[in-house]
Each structure stands twice: as C-alpha cells, then as structure tokens.
C-alpha cells in the first residue's frame, strides 16, 4: 500500500513560518512530480506548489510565489514545503499528492494518483 504522511502542521500567528514534510513510503516517488495542496473550509482543494523529480522545476500559486518554498530529498524520499510570512488565509488542511506518471499537468488534483492524509494550518491574525 503506497502511502504519503504528511507532518508539520499547526498552529501560529501570522507572519510565522512552518515547515510541513511528506515522507514517501516507496522509493520510485523519488521519480515523480509531487505537489501541495491546500482545502479551506467551504471551499475547493487547490493548488499550491509542485516540484519536479529532479528538483529543478518548481511550481507555486500566484497566492504563495514568494512566500513559500517547496523542495525534495529524493535520497529520503520526502518532500518538504517551507511557509513563511504567513496568513490568516493561508489556514487549511494541507494535502501532500504525487504522481503515478509524468504528465505535463501539475496544477490540478486529477494529476495525482496518491495522496496524504493532510496536516492542518492554523494562522490566527
């Protein structure tokens, strides 16, 4: 059973930083695309970062550029999401998914085949 736990979350004022961790149980994620999502209350999951298997290619969410940071440890397996400065807005379940495949899309959540259980972000103001 492939699995992807997610660690990290919780609460804190704004303008903290948190780093969330998403450690893959198998080693051929180490090959594929991974990403971040976020769910807020009453609203849809979306996207927030994604990072190619070399680590090269980085994607992030017009609402998190320069804010947060996504990066990868193929040799542990994991996949890390640096936040800083962050917001009340910033508050939601946030979902760690990777890819079965490359595909060229990376932005929306059919992309991904696997997905963590989700940490919570609490950003009071």
């Known amino acids: 059973q492939v699995q992807l736990v997610e660690s990290g979350g919780g609460l804190l004022q704004a303008g903290g930083s948190l780093r969330l961790s998403c450690a893959a149980s198998?080693?051929?994620?180490?090959?594929?695309?991974m990403g971040w999502f976020r769910q807020a209350p009453g609203k849809e999951r979306e996207f927030v970062a994604a990072?190619?298997?070399?680590?090269?290619?980085?994607y992030y969410a017009d609402s998190v550029k320069g804010r947060f940071t996504i990066s990868r440890d193929n040799a542990k397996n994991t996949v890390y999401l640096q936040m800083n400065i962050l917001k009340p807005e910033d508050t939601a379940v946030y979902y760690c998914?990777?890819?079965?495949?490359?595909?060229?899309?990376?932005?929306?959540?059919?992309?991904?085949?696997?997905w963590g259980q989700g940490t919570q972000v609490t950003v009071s103001s």
């Open positions: 990072i190619r298997w070399s680590g090269d290619s980085t």
């Open positions: 198998e080693r051929r994620f180490s090959r594929n695309t």
């Open positions: 998914a990777a890819q079965a495949y490359y595909k060229s899309s990376y932005n929306n959540a059919p992309a991904y085949e696997y």
